[in-house]
């Protein structure tokens, strides 16, 4: 980006590349980059192959990682700055998308998210029967996911989360948690109400017939159609309850939102 070069680059006979710019997203690294590494590390052919990643990556993007490449594979890390000459290099084709941040705002009709389901029922045939020794604790059926981020901040969460209570949902910070418990939690949900956020990629774990409700602004970029892309195929019943953006209107659909609770309440009474 920045015309940098390595003058001192590292030789490796054999390598497959998954660094992505968007790799440091949990929702991007969920959707678009572990997917193409799942179908990769599912080719037997493949298997003493080492995986470039990026340097840096989360804990919990890098649990993840390792869930799928087993611990024998060699993963090397490329920090910023830092380039690799490779002699063979294996390059997999794009296995989900949605634009990160959209460059031409005059373009109708852009992307909502396009993605491969084969890969997620990989995913989630791998870590169906994994659980989390360190720590066996009965599940929530019903959860509610607390958003901590800065962008796209529900301004009555408070409000929201006393009412959800009170119908018996558990307030959750899935950000706390590791990247296990995250799954086994989803997997066990029939019931989740979140706004939208990199949190809810997890879902993709949930059982066929899970009510996933997602509170989202409305705006004419928002992007409405990504979770019900996402989930759909795996048997997901995806809701939306929409509000209106009024704080922070000049970051578009990353304002902050009002969400009215009575619609809240007609969606759980129905």
């Not at 558990?170 to 949190?199: D, N, R, W």
Request: include cysteine; aromatic fraction near 8%; hydrophobic fraction near 40%.
């Amino acid at each position: 980006r920045w015309l940098t070069n390595d003058e001192s680059p590292e030789s490796i006979p054999l390598a497959a590349s998954f660094v992505d710019a968007c790799a440091s997203n949990y929702a991007h690294w969920m959707t678009e980059v572990l997917p193409r590494i799942v179908l990769f590390c599912a080719e037997e052919r493949f298997l003493d192959v080492p995986i470039v990643i990026n340097d840096g990556l989360h804990k919990n993007i890098l649990e993840s990682l390792f869930l799928v490449t087993g611990s024998e594979r060699e993963i090397i890390t490329l920090p910023i700055g830092r380039a690799i000459k490779v002699d063979v290099m294996h390059i997999t084709s794009v296995a989900g998308y949605v634009p990160f941040e959209r460059r031409n705002k005059e373009l109708s009709n852009h992307s909502h998210g396009l993605f491969s389901s084969r890969p997620f029922e990989i995913l989630r045939n791998q870590v169906s029967g994994l659980d989390d020794v360190t720590e066996k604790k009965a599940w929530p059926e019903k959860i509610y996911l607390r958003r901590n981020s800065g962008a796209r901040r529900i301004t009555n969460a408070f409000e929201i989360e006393k009412l959800l209570c009170s119908k018996g949902y558990l307030i959750v910070e899935p950000e706390k948690l590791t990247f296990l418990q995250q799954i086994q939690l989803f997997s066990h949900a029939k019931e989740i109400i979140s706004p939208t956020g990199a949190a809810l990629a997890n879902a993709i774990a949930c059982k066929p017939g899970t009510q996933v409700t997602i509170l989202m602004a409305k705006h004419k970029d928002m992007i409405f159609r990504y979770w019900t892309n996402l989930l759909s195929p795996f048997g997901i019943c995806v809701n939306y309850v929409l509000g209106n953006i009024v704080e922070n209107q000049d970051l578009g659909i990353h304002g902050d939102f009002l969400i009215d609770l009575d619609c809240i309440n007609e969606l759980l009474e129905e």
